[in-house]
């Protein structure tokens, strides 16, 4: 039994000055591109024509290239540009389908990303560290490992000064069987009131997951020096930078600690439970600090549960979601419900019983048996039949977003 594995390598690009400065014009071509397409879009809405399909933009771009005012364009990839028409189109089509906002102009200082789609535009060379982008020729960049299968595509992003590859591949690999098929947990995350902690149904803490809280005064002290600054200022430019890389050491940190603890949980335990909680995207409307934490503690939890999902699965084990409905307030023991069980946000007390346990604890027991309970109804297959051929992707943007700043 095998499955087709997508899988991305990301790296720290080593380019030299005359690099950075072409890999800095290319990006430039891209938003170039994705304005000018926008600007056409509009303007042909206003007109009340109807608008462009790819085809028709990437006939456009052909003109673009050519034309002498915009013949710059024409020294960066094409297929790079390309893509930027199909973000535009994917924009679009999200704006439609109610998925997102309608397509805003990319301001200068967003990064764009260089996408290659196809393997033929570029070439890797393991052994020497470098790989082949169009019109760059060969880049070094910081091998920490070798990338298997066969390549896909690769992505080229800047992010804070700094550029990397993104080398996706996909590979055959056989299903694995868990080594600890019976060996389950429950976690529920206890949120306090400026830190939150895993627990499992044992009573072993995971850990705490606090990042942002550890780094908040800092963040708010550079939001404050960026504040001060006048607007278009060198200084502003750099009271900026400070505050992104700030933001950026927050979300690593936090990104690091998620991919231990999902790393530990899948290797330990076949089967992981958890609860299926619904995430609150945090907007600007919102900001009371407790929800605004709550957001934050949201966002972590969102992203442990996609880690801990492809870590499973890439284990051959198993993660449930379960309802987190009266999880908190029934008894473990006997199963009375009553909110009167929950005597203080760490003490679970039951009327009924008199079973007395940690809150948290009590909490992962439930989350445990609720998990264990789907298994018997036979709601999750442990042993996937083969040639099913599921592409789980690693979720790469997992590990770059953190909180909205
Ligand atoms: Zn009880």
Not at 276 to 296: F, G, H
Not at 355 to 373: E, V
Request: with cysteine.
């Amino acid at each position: 039994m095998s499955s087709e594995r997508l899988q991305a390598f990301k790296f720290e690009l080593m380019p030299d000055s005359a690099q950075t400065r072409l890999l800095g014009r290319f990006s430039g071509a891209c938003r170039f591109v994705y304005n000018r397409a926008l600007a056409l879009q509009k303007l042909r809405f206003e007109a009340g024509e109807k608008k462009l399909g790819y085809a028709a933009l990437c006939r456009a771009l052909t003109e673009w290239r050519h034309a002498p005012e915009t013949a710059w364009l024409a020294l960066a990839p094409v297929h790079a540009q390309q893509q930027a028409l199909k973000d535009l189109e994917r924009a679009y089509a999200n704006f439609f389908a109610g998925r997102g906002a309608f397509p805003k102009f990319k301001a200068r200082d967003r990064g764009q990303g260089l996408r290659f789609p196809d393997p033929k535009q570029f070439k890797l060379d393991q052994p020497n560290a470098r790989v082949f982008i169009p019109k760059l020729g060969w880049v070094r960049y910081r091998k920490s490992r070798n990338v298997l299968g066969d390549l896909r595509n690769i992505t080229v992003t800047e992010c804070l000064g700094r550029w990397y590859v993104s080398i996706q591949s996909v590979r055959e690999v056989a299903i694995p069987v868990h080594p600890e098929q019976q060996r389950e947990i429950g976690i529920d995350m206890g949120a306090r009131k400026d830190w939150a902690l895993l627990i499992g149904q044992d009573g072993a803490m995971v850990k705490t997951l606090n990042a942002y809280r550890a780094a908040e005064h800092r963040l708010k002290h550079y939001q404050r020096c960026l504040s001060r600054k006048k607007k278009g200022s060198k200084n502003r430019a750099k009271a900026r930078y400070r505050l992104a890389k700030c933001h950026q050491r927050v979300t690593n940190t936090r990104a690091d600690f998620l991919h231990k603890v999902s790393h530990h949980l899948t290797r330990d335990y076949g089967v992981v439970c958890i609860e299926d909680l619904k995430v609150q995207v945090m907007t600007a409307a919102k900001v009371n600090p407790r929800q605004r934490n709550k957001a934050i503690l949201d966002q972590g939890w969102f992203m442990l549960r996609t880690l801990l999902e492809y870590k499973a699965e890439w284990r051959g084990g198993l993660v449930i979601a379960v309802d987190p409905v009266h999880t908190s307030t029934t008894c473990s023991m006997c199963g009375h419900n009553d909110p009167g069980n929950r005597k203080s946000p760490d003490k679970f007390e039951c009327l009924r019983c008199g079973h007395a346990d940690q809150a948290d604890k009590n909490a992962a027991k439930n989350i445990r048996r609720a998990g264990q309970a789907r298994i018997a109804c036979g709601e999750h297959v442990r042993h996937r039949s083969g040639g099913a051929g599921s592409a789980k992707q690693e979720p790469i943007e997992a590990t770059r977003q953190g909180p909205a700043p």
